[in-house]
């Protein structure tokens, strides 16, 4: 094989290389931002329905106070008591105390869909990270075979290889 023909063969293999390269990593730039978006609309929609539960739970606990007062109304009337001193005091009692129990499933509720879209934020960011480090490989490929195909040209034909290399001396 002449070397004309080893180098042609070298030449292309760098370039086929480094364009199998680019073109893997171009890929992996779109997957990371596409996996990134999904991650980000679940945790999003994750976050809605959490939000979503909490509040039918917060209609379902007030009913159920309203429920329990009327009760506690209606035993104390058959028990000939007045709405007043500490009949009204243990009232206003358990409905400070059922709205801070409503308070509170709505408090859980909001941090955690509040974590949610903090993480959806952060998948997006982690995705877009990871493309522009995969971008930034395709520069380096393309500039490491640009480099090599250089190096090649100068050991097959460019360049004197010999340069700087001591003469050799025949005896005539």
């Not at 909490?54 to 009337?77: F, T, Y």
């Not at 709405?83 to 409503?102: F, K, P, Y």
């Not at 955690?112 to 982690?126: D, F, K, P, V, Y």
């Amino acid at each position: 094989m002449s070397w004309v023909a080893i180098a042609v063969v070298s030449v292309g293999s760098t370039l086929a290389g480094a364009a199998v390269g680019i073109q893997g990593q171009r890929n992996a730039a779109k997957a990371a931002e596409q996996s990134a978006e999904w991650n980000a609309d679940q945790q999003r929609k994750q976050a809605a329905y959490e939000e979503s539960v909490a509040q039918k739970n917060m209609r379902r606990e007030r009913e159920n106070n309203k429920r329990e007062l009327a009760r506690r109304r209606a035993s104390a009337a058959r028990g000939g008591l007045m709405e007043t001193g500490a009949v009204s005091d243990e009232l206003i009692e358990a409905s400070e105390r059922h709205q801070v129990e409503i308070d509170d499933i709505w408090e859980k509720a909001s941090t955690q869909a509040n974590t949610r879209r903090a993480q959806a934020n952060m998948s997006i960011w982690e995705g877009q990270t990871t493309a522009a480090a995969a971008k930034t490989a395709m520069w380096g490929t393309g500039i490491g075979a640009v480099g090599s195909v250089a190096s090649q040209a100068m050991k097959f034909g460019g360049g004197d290889i010999t340069a700087g290399a001591p003469k050799a001396y025949t005896v005539d």
